[in-house]
């Protein structure tokens, strides 16, 4: 018994259970802390009534999820209308299982990854699984047999098929760069350090991807500025819209659960995992069990940081025009994250892929040409188009109405 | 028919190359927004925790629950004249007049009803009322279990006044004079009879 419990195959099946667990709670105080910053941005207090602070806020949100009334409407595809939830969730939580947690474990006289599984293809793996999460959203769209519900499902496809495309390519920058697909040898790799002190992270070898990959995560994840897919003002509530109880609570879930995974996977790519500069247990050799606590911490406030900045865009900027997210992705991120793919091939056939000087002056020239073609296009960024023919005065309206109008 | 030099076209503004490119605006809003977090994150000063604290209201000015004053005798100040009820733009009073039992006024109201929830707190059944009978008081929390029940009749409206007499006392009638109906400590500068006929019914307190 002891024997499987050390185990890889052992720790791998605790370590899930704590994660789905852990997350779980985390995911319901994700929605306190959302409301929470959003109360303080807007100059109110949020939730204080349920316990110290508001602090069991949560727990009543779930209980009033649990009972009450679940309609499932008459018009609806049933079995997908009960599925799309189900497949939300799920794909939302099976991400987690290729995400490094705290680096490697010493168990009698052995070690474990502290990981619930190590494939070959993590990167990919959690990529494939992030895209997945549309699924949710078209199903519950269609399923709903409700206009409103299928255009906020076509929406949030048409998003992420155009995200898909930068995210991919950021993450191709990052593969270029560190050579493997395994996320905790990505991790192990970035705990170098240039001049002594500066953490090999790949945040100051590629900065502009790592902003890239974050824009790209908000859209993933369906978060403002890029929750077309739930437009309240033009969509009612856009997939959701005919949920009620649980099965709106885990559509509400999943969005959370996703931004956790996509933050904990930038932080693995770009912010070196579990890595801290400085502190003897949070470095690769470090294996004890405080030291993995420790790259737990590490990780977790990570994923935090990330939560946070997420939180604090959706409460500042306003959604966009459907256009404008598309010209966004197809005529600014696409071209810039093909610039940053080629200069990061550029650099490895010239073996300078972990040579910061080389990438970092790359990034500036790739973000400086780009802002200078934004500033100097003559397109307007909002309200009418330049190149559309002008509204024709309403003379003849006027006439007709005013006076010739016959009798 | 609307001339051609008449219509003023609009073109929108020409977005500066700082607003091209986006990011300065967003990063301008994010410090706006940021600042404000940590602001209230410190300590709110805007909002006012309801049952604990309660915000201070003008009392002369505010329009909750009605009342029906009394006299310094304690007699219902009213004298059934019907000018709130006229006044009243959501039909709300119901008066019934009776011949007064006192020999200084001809009617009293034998019934007083208000409908709270037809009320639009619009105050001006206090404005009409020609002896200040009637006033809106600072109490809001007014709450029951039944429509009927929100419909105040003449002995409550007269026990809001005693809640409130307190906190907001009681108007003098100056205006009309009316002997006995109000307080003989009148605390206005010019004597009643020497308002002049011009200002009477237009000056107020």
């Known amino acids: 018994m002891r024997d499987f419990i050390t185990s890889q195959f052992g720790v791998s099946v605790v370590l899930a259970f704590i994660v789905i667990n852990v997350l779980l709670g985390a995911v319901s105080y994700c929605i306190y802390f959302e409301r929470k910053i959003s109360a303080w941005i807007q100059d109110r207090c949020g939730p204080n009534r349920v316990g110290p602070w508001g602090l069991l806020q949560p727990i009543a949100d779930g209980i009033k999820f649990l009972v009450k009334e679940d309609v499932v409407p008459n018009h609806v595809d049933k079995p997908l209308f009960i599925f799309a939830p189900a497949a939300i969730f799920l794909v939302a939580f099976i991400g ?19 990981q619930v599984a190590n494939p070959d293809i993590g990167l990919l793996y959690i990529l494939g699984v992030g895209s997945m999460s549309v699924y949710g959203a078209v199903l519950g769209g269609w399923a709903s047999n409700n206009k409103y519900s299928l255009y906020g ?5 048409a998003q992420m098929l155009s995200y898909d495309i930068p995210m991919g390519l950021c993450i191709l920058v990052v593969v270029l760069t560190m ?13 170098g350090y240039w001049a002594g002190w500066i953490p090999q992270w790949n945040i100051f070898l590629h900065p502009l991807a790592f902003a890239i990959l974050f824009i790209t995560a908000l859209a993933e994840s369906n978060r403002t500025p890029f929750d077309l897919a739930e437009a309240e003002q033009e969509l009612v ?5 005919e949920y009620s109880a649980l099965k709106f609570g885990m559509f509400f879930l999943a969005e959370y659960a996703h931004m956790i995974t996509a933050s904990a996977f930038i932080a693995v790519l770009f912010l070196g995992g579990w890595h801290l500069p400085g502190v003897s247990w949070t470095q690769p050799q470090a294996t004890q069990w405080y030291a993995v606590l420790a790259k737990i911490v590490v990780l977790s406030t990570k994923i935090i940081f990330f939560l946070f900045v997420m939180m604090w865009i959706r409460w500042t900027l306003p959604r966009f ?6 010209r966004l992705a197809w005529k600014g991120l696409i071209p810039i994250t093909l610039a940053l793919f080629v200069l990061a091939a550029a650099l490895l056939f010239f073996d300078r892929q972990r040579s910061p000087l080389w990438a970092l002056s790359g990034n500036l020239v790739i973000l400086v040409v780009a802002l200078i073609t934004a500033s100097s296009s003559r397109l307007r960024v909002t309200g009418r188009q330049v190149n559309l023919p002008t509204i024709a005065p309403a003379t003849d309206f006027v006439r007709l109405g005013r006076v010739e109008m016959p009798l | ?15 500066t190359a700082s607003e091209r490119m986006y990011l300065p605006q967003i990063v301008d809003g994010m410090k706006t927004t940021l600042r404000h977090l940590g602001k209230n994150l410190l300590k709110n000063t805007f909002t006012v925790q309801y049952p604990e604290q309660k915000r201070d209201l003008r009392l002369q000015n505010y329009r909750g629950v009605h009342r029906l004053n009394r006299d310094e005798q304690g007699r219902v100040a009213c004298v059934a004249c019907y000018m709130c009820s006229t006044a009243c733009p959501a039909h709300c009073i119901h008066i019934e007049a009776a011949e007064s039992p006192w020999p200084d006024r001809e009617k009293y109201p034998a019934k007083f009803d208000i409908d709270e929830l037809r009320c639009i707190y619009c105050g001006m059944c206090e404005e009409a009322c020609p002896v200040d009978a009637i006033e809106l008081t600072p ?21 809001v006044f005693d809640q409130t007499a307190a906190m907001k006392p009681r108007k003098n009638p100056h205006v009309t004079g009316y002997a006995g109906t109000g307080s003989r400590s009148c605390s206005c500068e010019i004597p009643i009879s020497h308002v002049p006929p011009s200002a ?3 000056s107020a307190p």
Not at chain 1, 153 to 157: D, E, G, N
Not at chain 1, 321 to 326: A, H
């Open chain 1, 96 to 114: 987690f299982a290729a995400i490094p947690w705290g680096g490697q474990l010493e168990l009698d006289g052995r070690l474990v990854n502290i």
């Open chain 2, 200 to 202: 009477a019914g237009a």
């Open chain 1, 321 to 326: 025009r459907f256009d404008q997210l598309m």
């Open chain 2, 139 to 159: 109490q809001f929390d007014l709450v029951g279990r039944t429509r009927e029940g929100m419909i105040l009749d003449k002995e409550e409206l007269l026990a």
């Open chain 2, 1 to 15: 028919m609307i001339s051609e030099a008449d219509i003023i076209r609009i073109d929108q503004p020409e977005l």
């Open chain 1, 237 to 241: 509530g856009g997939f959701h819209t």
């Open chain 1, 179 to 191: 050579g493997t697909l395994r996320l905790e040898e990505i991790t192990l790799q970035q705990t």
């Open chain 1, 153 to 157: 499902a076509i929406r949030a496809t």
